[in-house]
């Protein structure tokens, strides 16, 4: 089956603190790979998506990055934390006909 | 650019009742797909159903449906038989596929759909 993991699952960080979430996909090749944020009773806003290693394309200017070091990781981080990061964070992967499947998210609070 | 507008931030229904939740969009592409997705409390994002834009025949999945209006750029969400487990916020989505094409998920802001037991 096609698993996608996300670590870790909650995190409480101090303003101005490092950042890295890691996403990682298993039975898959290849796949395209997605960071959404969402923030509290909101829609999911698309932060970077990748179409194989070390591609990456940012659709939100901002304090974050990320990475895919391997074809099955995908990493976002950050040098120095806002209180504007905090949110729900959610990796996701393309299926075989367009469609998107998400990952468990990771809920990101600063302080 | 594509828009995906909910007009309804929130809906109930009672249980084994029918409901249905709209979606409009808005896009310049020719070929592109539609999704609805369902968030439980746990926040897990769930694939519910898909339309490809050039199948007239609307798409169906068990108790969901969609009402898929292509001229009016109209993606409605018909849930059957309502469950409490269907209580979630529900996302419409876009992506356009047309050559050229970022492969991107455009979300509305969701409806919160409450099932009343």
């Known amino acids: 089956s096609q698993t996608i993991h996300q670590w870790p699952a909650t995190l409480v960080q101090p303003v101005g603190s490092p950042l890295s979430l890691e996403c990682t996909v298993e039975g898959t090749s290849n796949p395209n790979l997605y960071w959404y944020r969402q923030a509290a009773g909101r829609g999911l806003q698309l932060l970077f998506y990748s179409v194989g290693i070390g591609q990456i394309s940012s659709e939100v200017p901002q304090n974050l990055s990320a990475s895919r070091p391997q074809d099955r990781q995908f990493i976002l981080s950050s040098k120095k934390l806002l209180l504007s990061d905090s949110g729900f964070y959610l990796c996701?992967?393309?299926?075989?006909?367009?469609?998107?499947?998400f990952g468990p998210g990771t809920r990101l609070t600063v302080t | 650019a594509q828009t995906v507008t909910q007009s309804q931030p929130e809906m109930s229904v009672q249980e084994a009742e029918t409901v249905t939740l709209s979606c409009t969009y808005d896009?310049?592409?020719?070929?592109?797909?539609l999704f609805w997705y369902k968030q439980p409390p746990s926040r897990q994002m769930i694939l519910v159903i898909r339309q490809e834009a050039y199948k007239q025949q609307n798409a169906t999945e068990n108790r969901f449906s969609v009402n898929f209006q292509k001229a009016a750029k109209s993606f409605s969400l018909k849930i059957s038989d309502s469950q409490l487990g269907d209580t979630a916020m529900y996302f419409c989505a876009f992506m356009g596929v047309s050559s050229g094409s970022a492969r991107q998920l455009t979300f509305g802001s969701g409806t919160q759909l409450t099932v009343l037991p």
């Open positions: 896009t310049s592409e020719s070929n592109y797909y």
């Open positions: 996701a992967r393309t299926g075989s006909s367009y469609e998107q499947y």
